[in-house]
């Protein structure tokens, strides 16, 4: 299990080593942003990124992103089937705190933070599961666990998105996305906070 993809969108979604290439859709693009150099801008309304079927079966998750805030359930990543089955990270679901879910069609497993995504600036924000336990981090730090055992494998995902929901109801992603990667084994701490600084 110790994969890897690395998006790290400076001209495209392509993947840096060309092994699991997204693609821009419905307005996604690259643009410069002053101090940052270029970033993923999904702030066109439903812009996305479509991801190939084999990124979904990754123990960690982990990106920089900058929200521009808005309505609930806007998803960074979402990855699944259907609507049954997915698994996705939203700034801010209907709680009002940032939300990991996963479920395998047997029932929603989630780990919630204790706040929203801050928006309007460049937050890391990263997942990690090794089948007992799921870690959510902000900046390198964990801030909320609990216990999921469902595995991404489990989903057989087919629909592999940044910035869309496998919900067709829910709000495209208003902001911006850089440097996001997915790795077949779960993360240690150490590993989470040396990719966030």
Known sequence: NDWSAFYTFDADAREHLA???????NGAAVTNEPGRGNVLS???????????????????FAGWVKWNGG???????????????YEFLTPAGNTGV???????GGGEQQVNAPRPLP?????????????????MYLDGSPIATNAVNILPF???????????SQFSADPAF??????????????SAAEIKELAW
């Open 19 to 25: 092994q699991y290439n997204g693609t821009l859709q």
């Open 42 to 60: 999904l702030e066109s309304s439903g812009a996305y990124v479509s991801l190939p079927l084999s990124v979904a079966n990754a123990g960690t």
């Open 98 to 104: 940032m939300r990991f879910a996963i479920n395998n």
């Open 71 to 85: 309505a609930p359930w806007q998803r960074i990543f979402d990855f699944g089937v259907d609507t049954s089955h």
């Open 154 to 164: 489990y989903l057989l995902a087919r629909s592999n998105f940044l910035g869309k």
């Open 119 to 135: 928006a309007g600036s460049w937050c890391h924000v990263a997942v990690t599961l090794d089948g007992s336990t799921g870690v």
């Open 174 to 187: 208003n902001g911006r996305l850089d440097s996001f990667r997915i790795f077949g084994r779960a993360l």
